[in-house]
């Protein structure tokens, strides 16, 4: 278990930051994510439109999301535009299988 914060920066640098427990290795680490992003991601277009912003200008990145295809389906549907996946600190076999693993998440 471990103590990470989870970001979310606009174009123009400024930044909300939320502070969550995430189990690594655990399934429920994607749901805790997912149920921290998406509703700070909502309220963050909340408070443009107020501003008088369109929500659209913003640019919404996730850093270290995990590979599985429903938490990324649920990140494009709340509108963030990028997902940034870590990569093995390893030889060149073992990072290139890794990027062939995340090119097939593409649709």
Same mark, same amino acid.
């Given at each position: 278990?471990?103590? +990470?914060?989870?970001?979310?920066?606009? $174009?123009? /640098?400024?930044?909300? !930051? !939320?502070? &969550?427990? &995430?189990?690594?290795?655990?399934?429920?680490?994607?749901?805790?994510?997912?149920? *921290?992003?998406? %509703? +700070? !991601?909502?309220?963050?277009?909340?408070?443009?439109? $107020? #501003?008088?912003?369109? %929500?659209?200008?913003?640019? @919404? !990145? @996730? *850093?270290? #999301? $995990? %590979?599985? %295809? $429903?938490?990324? #389906?649920?990140?494009?549907?709340? /509108?963030?535009?990028? &997902?940034? *996946?870590?990569?093995?600190?390893? /030889?060149?076999?073992? &990072?290139?299988?890794?990027?062939?693993?995340?090119?097939?998440?593409?649709?």
């Amino acid at each position: 278990m471990s103590r +990470e914060q989870i970001s979310i920066r606009t $174009k123009d /640098g400024a930044c909300r !930051t !939320t502070e &969550v427990i &995430v189990h690594p290795d655990d399934a429920a680490s994607s749901s805790l994510q997912i149920a *921290f992003i998406i %509703p +700070e !991601t909502a309220q963050l277009h909340e408070r443009a439109k $107020k #501003a008088g912003r369109d %929500p659209a200008t913003l640019s @919404v !990145t @996730v *850093f270290a #999301a $995990k %590979p599985d %295809p $429903k938490m990324l #389906a649920d990140y494009a549907a709340a /509108g963030m535009e990028r &997902v940034l *996946f870590m990569l093995p600190s390893a /030889g060149p076999d073992e &990072v290139l299988a890794a990027l062939d693993r995340l090119a097939r998440l593409r649709g």
